[in-house]
C-alpha cells in the first residue's frame, strides 16, 4: 500500500508564493521520477515539473522562473516553490511518483496524491 499525501496549498494574492509538499509513504523500493500536474477547472490535467531521482527538472514553459521542483530522496517526499503566482496558476495541483517495489524487477507503477487546491486571488 503506498500514499502520496499532500500539503501546502491555499490562498493567495497576485504576486505571492506558496509552497507544496508530498510525502510518499508504504512499501516503497525505491522511486523515479516525481512531479507536479495541475487541474484548471474545465481544463485537462497538465503537467507542472517533474524531478528525477538524481535532481533533473523540466517545467512547462508558463512556470519557467517562478516554479522550482526539488525533492528528498531520503524522505520520499517532493516539493514545489511557487513563486509570483498568477490568478492562471489556479488549480488542483496533484502528485506524481514513478515507484519501485522489491520484488517488482525493473517495472515501476504510477501513483497520484488526492490533490491539494492553490487558489490565487486578491
Given at each position: 500500500?503506498?500514499q ?7 490562498l493567495?494574492?497576485?504576486g505571492?508564493s506558496?509552497?507544496l509538499?508530498?510525502?510518499a509513504?508504504g512499501?516503497i ?5 516525481m512531479?507536479?500536474y ?5 481544463e485537462?490535467?497538465?503537467?507542472v515539473a517533474t ?18 521542483v526539488s525533492r ?17 496558476d ?5 502528485c506524481?511518483?514513478?515507484?519501485l517495489?522489491?520484488?517488482s ?7 497520484w496524491?488526492?490533490?491539494t487546491?492553490v487558489?490565487?486571488?486578491s
Open positions: 500500500q503506498v502520496l499525501v499532500e500539503s501546502g496549498g491555499g493567495v494574492q497576485p505571492g506558496l509552497r509538499s508530498c510525502a509513504s512499501s523500493f525505491s522511486i523515479n521520477a512531479g507536479w495541475r487541474q484548471a477547472p474545465g485537462r490535467r497538465e503537467l524531478i528525477t531521482g538524481d535532481g533533473s527538472a523540466k517545467y512547462v514553459d508558463s512556470v519557467k522562473g517562478r516554479f522550482t528528498d530522496n531520503a524522505r520520499n517526499t517532493v516539493y514545489l516553490q511557487m513563486n509570483s503566482l498568477k490568478p492562471e489556479t488549480a488542483v495541483y496533484y506524481h511518483a514513478e515507484i517495489f522489491r520484488d524487477g525493473p517495472r515501476q507503477f504510477g501513483y496524491g488526492q490533490g487546491q487558489t490565487v486571488s
